[in-house]
């Protein structure tokens, strides 16, 4: 089978590695330049800053499962990190925390290997006919033929594409409100001696912030500390200039660590839909109707770890569908 998924973050790329393995032919579109959707980082003079996804979690079995086997492969790796609640200073809830090496898109990057993957390709529109799917990009080309569909995008991108040919999954798409997240990496002229490498401001603009050169294998020089806005205000500021939301959160740092470093360089990027606010926890994983299937973070649990589940069960309730035997899979 031909199986089209639209959307190469990592519920995509899981999916696709699924239906891959099995023998069939899944072709990924994402309308980025990269896979990895929020797992990106940004390409600078100073190596990959990661303005995206912070770090992950894995707690079910068979993901720790896949999570070893990304270890042993030297795309991710513990994060031995302590953060703090701010100003406070109180230890936060412990966990084991893991990030991609040596930047956060390694992991896409590892998962997209061998894949059919069509990035800077935004797809605008998808139809039902004799043949199977069709899908078209916004110029109204058409992007081929699928005998299978599997949409992992982010939920408002799903809920327009699924209008047409399928209004009930539109619906379910619609109630998966997403939040926004401002982020910025500032790289400063010298080290802060601070006592701790990450936290959770308990108020304020400002609801993480981390010493990038605290992550496994990333460059300790220059300094480099990212900065992640609270939902509320990167909603309530979700249309600032780039310029204005980076002055407004480094003096947010400066005023959390009472001290005003000397910012060098400064990133900014502007996440539209960073997380579910109101992640469906669907049962079994996945939507499913009128032969289409959705898949992502926002249909499961918020998380990474979620996205590899909804699109791992995705592509077994598709293989079912044709009476293929399920792979071992990662």
């Not at 619906?171 to 409100?177: E, N």
């Not at 701790?196 to 500390?225: N, Q």
């Not at 898949?295 to 918020?302: E, H, I, Q, Y």
């Amino acid at each position: 089978m031909r199986i089209a998924i639209i959307g190469a973050g990592i519920a995509g790329l899981t999916a696709a590695g699924v239906l891959k393995a099995a023998g069939h032919q899944p072709v990924i579109f994402d309308k980025g330049r990269g896979p990895g959707g929020r797992s990106v980082s940004k390409r600078t003079d100073h190596g990959g800053i990661d303005l995206g996804l912070p770090y992950f979690t894995a707690r079910d079995p068979a993901f720790r499962q896949t999570v070893d086997q990304w270890i042993e492969a030297g795309v991710v790796a513990p994060w031995s990190v302590e953060p703090r609640v701010l100003p406070e200073q109180q230890p936060a809830r412990p966990q084991a925390r893991l990030v991609a090496v040596p930047r956060m898109s390694a992991l896409a990057r590892h998962l997209a290997e061998g894949l059919d993957l069509h990035c800077s390709v935004q797809v605008s529109e998808i139809t039902r006919e004799l043949t199977g799917w069709v899908l078209r990009e916004r110029q109204g080309e058409s992007l081929g033929e699928f005998e299978g569909l599997i949409l992992t995008a982010p939920a408002p991108q799903s809920q327009s594409l699924l209008a047409e040919p399928c209004p009930r999954l539109a619906a379910r798409a619609a109630t998966a409100r997403m939040q926004p997240c401002w982020a910025v990496g500032l790289v400063l002229e010298a080290p802060l001696e601070l006592g701790f490498d990450a936290g959770f401001p308990s108020s304020g603009p400002l609801g993480w912030i981390a010493r990038s050169g605290s992550r496994p294998e990333r460059p300790h020089l220059p300094e480099i500390w990212l900065l992640h806005a609270t939902a509320a205000w990167s909603e309530a500021n979700i249309e600032w200039s780039q310029d204005a939301v980076g002055e407004w959160l480094t003096q947010a740092f400066a005023d959390l660590i009472n001290c005003h470093p000397v910012v060098t360089e400064r990133f900014v990027h502007r996440w539209r839909f960073a997380r579910a606010r109101d992640a469906l926890k669907a049962e079994g994983g996945y939507l499913e109707s009128e032969d289409i299937l959705c898949a992502g973070d926002w249909v499961s649990d918020g998380t990474l770890e979620g996205a590899w589940q909804s699109g791992r069960a995705a592509a077994h309730r598709l293989l079912s569908r044709v009476g293929a035997a399920s792979p071992v899979d990662g």
